[in-house]
Nanobody
Framework: EVQLVESGGGLVQAGGSLRLSCAASGFTFDDYAVGWFRQAPGKEREGVSCISISDGSTYYSDSVEGRVTISSDNAKNTVYLQMNSLKPEDTAVYYC?????????????WGKGTLVTVSS
């Protein structure tokens, strides 16, 4: 059974930091790209960051560039999203997702999400 389990969300003040984790199981982790997406209330889901597990290449959206770092621990089949200098507009449910081709809106596997709330 494929599972992507996010953790690490919570309530943080503006300017603070959080590290999200995405633990993967049930598929060949090294063959996939894993991405973080988020959806704020009343807004469409947007891509935040992506990492290719095989070669480590990364992508960041303009909205988080310079504040966020994505990384993977291949031995633990886990992807992390370190978020610094958080802003109220970062408040959203954060989802991790995996796909063999890359990070697009049509990802093959999705987690259930973890809520990040940034207070002003």
């Amino acid at each position: 059974e494929v599972q992507l389990v996010e953790s690490g969300g919570g309530l943080v003040q503006a300017g603070g930091s959080l590290r999200l984790s995405c633990a993967a199981s049930g598929f060949t982790f090294d063959d996939y790209a894993v991405g973080w997406f988020r959806q704020a209330p009343g807004k469409e889901r947007e891509g935040v960051s992506c990492i290719s597990i095989s070669d480590g290449s990364t992508y960041y959206s303009d909205s988080v560039e310079g504040r966020v770092t994505i990384s993977s621990d291949n031995a633990k089949n886990t992807v992390y999203l370190q978020m610094n200098s958080l802003k109220p507009e970062d408040t959203a449910v954060y989802y991790c997702a995996a796909d063999k081709i890359g990070c697009t809106s049509g990802m093959e596997y999705w987690g259930k999400g973890t809520l990040v709330t940034v207070s002003s």
